[in-house]
């Protein structure tokens, strides 16, 4: 992938440290790219407002992006509503039970004895993570609102009462949910990468 940045984002990138200056400008040259095959534009010319932490934002009318990296891949997703996408590797290593009794002991237990699997709860927290995206939330903030029910495969937020659905799929090495509020499937645009950042 050919780095694209604009002079605002190099600026930027330069006041993070070495590791997040690379994730940043990588990130944003993939959203810069896609976008301009979507849209039809030079990469350069793409409106985004990208800030470090902060979701990547279009212009009103240009449709919605959300997009998501871990340490090997970044997946992108564009919409003309509100979306949300969290990707995370099948093999991530955390102590699932602690993480579980922590964050997600409200959660809905329709299949309790595959409560504590680690694959039940990687599932959980990547749902939970593409919701907040779809928000615009703070993890922190969020984490302990939103309960997640297998069947049906949607997503609540306790205190803005806030419903979502989200679908969720197994790629190669990673799990990838999408957050959305329509009822039926979608057809948005997912570009899916493998990247050494």
Request: proline share 4%.
């Amino acid at each position: 992938m050919q780095d694209v940045a604009t002079l605002e984002e190099i600026k930027t990138a330069k006041t993070l440290t070495s590791s997040r200056s690379k994730v940043f400008l990588e990130t944003r040259a993939y959203l810069r790219q896609s976008l301009s095959t979507l849209f039809d534009l030079d990469p350069l010319e793409i409106p985004i407002n990208a800030q470090p932490g902060e979701p990547p934002t279009l212009p009103s009318g240009m449709g919605n992006i959300s997009l998501s990296h871990c340490k090997d891949a970044i997946t992108i997703v564009w919409h003309k509503s509100k979306i949300g996408i969290d990707i995370e590797r099948t093999d991530r290593d955390f102590n699932h039970i602690k993480f579980a009794e922590k964050y997600f002991s409200h959660t809905n237990k329709s299949n309790h004895n595959n409560y504590l699997t680690k694959n039940v709860i990687l599932n959980q927290w990547c749902a939970v993570e593409a919701a907040i995206k779809w928000d615009h939330g703070k993890l922190a903030q969020d984490i302990n609102h939103w309960q997640f029910f297998e069947k049906p495969k949607e997503l609540i937020h306790n205190k803005k009462n806030i419903h979502l659905n989200y679908s969720q799929i197994n790629f190669h090495n990673w799990t990838i949910t999408l957050a959305y509020e329509e009822k039926n499937s979608l057809n948005p645009e997912i570009i899916c990468c493998s990247k050494n950042f």
